[in-house]
């Protein structure tokens, strides 16, 4: 898929955006967690949240629902305010995930306790649950400050502009036949946590820059050079190579690896299983590599441009785009899902016209 600005090839309609859509009648509960685990929850097992650690409060004779509301109240169950879902240790219960290698396979909790929002004691719940004027639920009465249940994470309503990109560029004008370095940053990193976050072994963030003409056809792709001085780098620019394994490498076929146009730069984990082979199963991992942007992080890349002689004469536009989805098509594929969106986070473009005769 070439991946240009056509928004139409890549944006579905608003609703199928930002959740993922399932035929009716199918209801909130059937999309995973209801209401009931994350208010029946009363505490931790212990002090770090992990691996679905929570202390319930339910069952026969006990229907005391908990929150962070001021004063609760309802008809039909008991209530109490809680300061556990006031807070990221709430989330941190089914976010963290160590598998039994001691590698943290799920860590958007903990990657948000060592950011600037942490120590601002801006939580989960401020971005993925916002505050808003209404009722809590439809008896409820109406209040000024509760919280929106809308649980956005990796679709278009929260992707697009979690990052910026840049092109370092300021000529108009080239010359045929010339050798251009280029710098493009990503920076802006909106998120409170990594980015991508979540289930990292399938989420990518990658960064095409090409040139195009003046009717948005690919005459160019710029690939990223490769850094020599990383060993982990080849993990960082996309490649199909069949090395990627839907559990353990003893079991099932290779799968390729990113399943995206080759050359990119790809800020991603991947996660490698007892035999050093990349694997989409989490609990087979013993090592991650990664690179995924931080909140707050200017990244630079640094590439050459080998202006073509053909094009002199012509005005061309240098394109730079950030890309998401949340799993591999190689991968979906596989599952027999279909393939994931790929959502365009940020773009920037430079028109410059290449001087001389034809």
Same mark, same amino acid.
Request: charged letters at 25%; proline letters at 9%; glycine letters at 8%.
């Given at each position: 898929?070439?991946?240009?600005?056509?928004?139409?090839?890549?944006? @579905?309609?608003?609703?199928?955006?930002?959740?993922?859509?399932?035929?009716?009648?199918?209801?909130?509960?059937? $999309?995973?967690?209801?209401?009931?685990?994350?208010?029946?929850?009363?505490?931790?097992?212990?002090?770090?949240?992990?691996?679905?650690?929570?202390?319930?409060?339910?069952?026969?004779?006990?229907?005391?629902?908990?929150?962070?509301?001021?004063?609760?109240?309802?008809?039909?169950?008991?209530?109490?305010?809680?300061?556990?879902?006031?807070?990221?240790?709430?989330?941190?219960?089914?976010?963290?995930?160590?598998?039994?290698?001691?590698?943290?396979?799920?860590?958007? &909790?903990?990657?948000?306790?060592?950011?600037?929002?942490?120590? $601002?004691?801006?939580?989960? &719940?401020?971005?993925?649950?916002?505050?808003?004027?209404?009722?809590?639920?439809?008896?409820?009465?109406?209040?000024?400050?509760?919280?929106?249940?809308?649980?956005?994470?990796?679709?278009?309503?929260?992707?697009?502009?979690?990052?910026?990109?840049?092109?370092?560029?300021?000529?108009?004008?080239?010359?045929?036949?010339?050798?251009?370095?280029? !710098?493009?940053?990503?920076?802006?990193?909106?998120?409170?946590?990594?980015? @991508?976050?979540?289930?990292? !072994?399938?989420?990518?963030?990658?960064?095409?820059?090409?040139?195009?003409?003046? &009717?948005?056809?690919?005459?160019?792709?710029?690939?990223? @050079?490769?850094?020599?001085?990383?060993?982990?780098?080849?993990?960082?620019?996309?490649?199909?190579?069949?090395?990627?394994? /839907?559990?353990?490498?003893?079991?099932?076929?290779? *799968?390729?690896?990113?399943?995206?146009?080759?050359?990119?730069?790809?800020?991603?984990?991947?996660? *490698?299983?007892?035999?050093?082979?990349?694997?989409?199963?989490?609990?087979?991992?013993?090592?991650?590599?990664?690179?995924?942007?931080?909140?707050?992080?200017?990244?630079?890349?640094?590439?050459?441009?080998?202006?073509?002689?053909?094009?002199?004469?012509? !005005?061309?536009? *240098?394109?730079?785009?950030?890309?998401?989805?949340?799993?591999?098509?190689?991968?979906?594929?596989?599952?027999?899902?279909?393939?994931?969106?790929?959502?365009?986070?940020? @773009?920037?473009?430079?028109?410059?016209?290449?001087?001389?005769? /034809?």
């Amino acid at each position: 898929m070439q991946q240009g600005l056509r928004s139409e090839a890549v944006n @579905p309609p608003y609703e199928q955006r930002w959740r993922n859509s399932l035929p009716a009648p199918k209801h909130g509960a059937d $999309r995973g967690v209801f209401c009931d685990f994350c208010h029946s929850i009363r505490s931790i097992a212990n002090r770090q949240p992990f691996n679905h650690n929570y202390m319930p409060d339910a069952g026969p004779g006990r229907n005391k629902k908990r929150a962070d509301l001021e004063f609760p109240w309802s008809p039909y169950h008991g209530t109490q305010v809680s300061e556990l879902h006031e807070g990221a240790d709430l989330c941190g219960i089914c976010h963290n995930e160590k598998n039994p290698f001691g590698v943290w396979v799920k860590a958007t &909790q903990i990657e948000w306790s060592d950011t600037v929002y942490a120590r $601002r004691d801006i939580s989960c &719940q401020w971005c993925h649950m916002p505050p808003r004027a209404g009722k809590p639920a439809k008896m409820g009465r109406e209040r000024p400050w509760n919280h929106a249940h809308w649980f956005g994470g990796g679709f278009t309503g929260f992707v697009e502009g979690a990052a910026a990109v840049t092109i370092h560029f300021h000529e108009d004008t080239v010359p045929p036949g010339s050798i251009v370095p280029l !710098e493009i940053t990503v920076g802006d990193i909106a998120t409170g946590h990594l980015f @991508p976050t979540g289930a990292t !072994e399938e989420r990518d963030v990658w960064l095409r820059v090409a040139v195009y003409d003046a &009717q948005g056809n690919e005459l160019q792709h710029l690939p990223v @050079p490769p850094n020599p001085q990383d060993p982990n780098d080849r993990y960082f620019i996309t490649s199909n190579v069949r090395e990627a394994y /839907p559990s353990h490498s003893d079991y099932g076929p290779a *799968l390729a690896r990113d399943a995206l146009p080759e050359g990119d730069r790809i800020y991603q984990d991947v996660f *490698l299983d007892s035999k050093g082979k990349v694997t989409f199963g989490q609990w087979y991992a013993v090592r991650i590599v990664g690179n995924r942007l931080k909140p707050g992080e200017t990244r630079r890349e640094r590439y050459t441009w080998n202006v073509p002689a053909r094009q002199a004469g012509t !005005e061309v536009c *240098l394109r730079a785009t950030l890309w998401y989805r949340r799993m591999a098509d190689s991968h979906a594929e596989h599952l027999g899902i279909d393939k994931r969106p790929h959502l365009l986070v940020s @773009p920037d473009e430079k028109r410059i016209q290449i001087v001389g005769n /034809p």
